[in-house]
C-alpha cells in the first residue's frame, strides 16, 4: 500500500519495549512506536496535553509529499474506529489517482460511486450523481 | 502560539506541508530501538499514517 504507520505516545522507547513484549494483545502489532517524552511533536498536531503530559487520541494521514490530508481527534476516554480510519486513508489514496474526483460519505473502495468534477453543474444535483 | 519548543510558530492545518519531525522508535519486528523521520517517509515516497496514544499500558 506504500503506507507506515508509526504510534506516538510520551512514553519511553523502553516503556515500549516492555508494554509491547508484556502485553500479549500487542503480540501481532508490528508498527514502529514512536516517543515524544518532551511533547514537542504531540504539540505540533495540537494534540498534547500540558495538564497531564499526554497525548489525545488523534489520527493524522500525510501524503508522500509531507501534506496534512486527514486529521482526526478523539478524546482520552473514546477509543478510534479502525475501519474509519482505512476508510479515508483508501480514500486519500485513491483521490490521489483521480484528481477530478470525491469520495462521498459512504466511499468505501475503488469501484464505489465517486462524484466526478463536482462543480456549478452538480449544486441541487448530488442525489442524481450519486444514484444515476 | 505558545512560548514553549514548538516546531511550528501555528497549528497544523490541512493541505499544508508538516514540518520534519523524528522520533525515537522501539521497533517489534526487529525487537531494537530506531528512529523514524518524516524527511525519510518523503524521500521513500511513502504515505504516512501518526497514530497518537495517551499511554503505553492503556487502550487505544
Keep these: ?132 | 502560539m505558545c512560548d514553549c519548543e514548538c516546531a511550528c510558530a501555528e497549528p497544523l492545518k490541512l493541505g499544508q506541508r508538516v514540518p520534519d519531525f523524528e522520533l525515537d522508535t522501539y521497533e517489534p519486528t526487529k525487537g531494537d530501538f530506531g528512529k523514524f523521520s518524516l524527511a525519510a517517509q518523503i524521500e521513500k515516497k511513502r504515505w504516512t499514517i501518526v497514530f497518537f496514544y495517551p499511554a503505553d499500558f492503556t487502550f487505544v
Design chain 1, 1 to 132: 500500500m506504500g503506507c507506515d504507520v508509526v504510534t506516538v505516545s510520551t512514553d519511553t522507547k523502553f516503556t515500549h519495549l516492555a508494554w509491547r513484549e508484556h502485553e500479549k494483545e500487542l503480540a501481532k502489532v508490528n508498527y514502529p512506536m514512536g516517543s515524544d517524552p518532551t511533547g514537542k511533536v504531540g504539540r505540533m498536531f495540537s494534540v498534547y496535553d500540558e495538564g497531564s503530559g499526554l497525548t489525545l487520541r488523534g489520527t493524522f494521514i500525510i501524503n508522500p509529499e509531507g501534506v496534512l490530508l486527514g486529521s482526526e481527534v478523539n478524546f482520552y476516554n473514546l477509543g478510534r474506529n479502525i475501519d474509519e480510519m482505512m476508510r479515508k486513508f483508501k480514500a486519500n489514496i485513491y483521490l490521489a489517482r483521480k484528481t477530478n474526483e470525491a469520495c462521498p460519505s459512504k466511499w468505501k473502495d475503488d469501484g464505489d460511486k465517486t462524484l466526478v468534477n463536482p462543480g456549478a453543474k452538480m449544486v441541487g444535483k448530488v442525489h442524481e450523481a450519486l444514484n444515476g
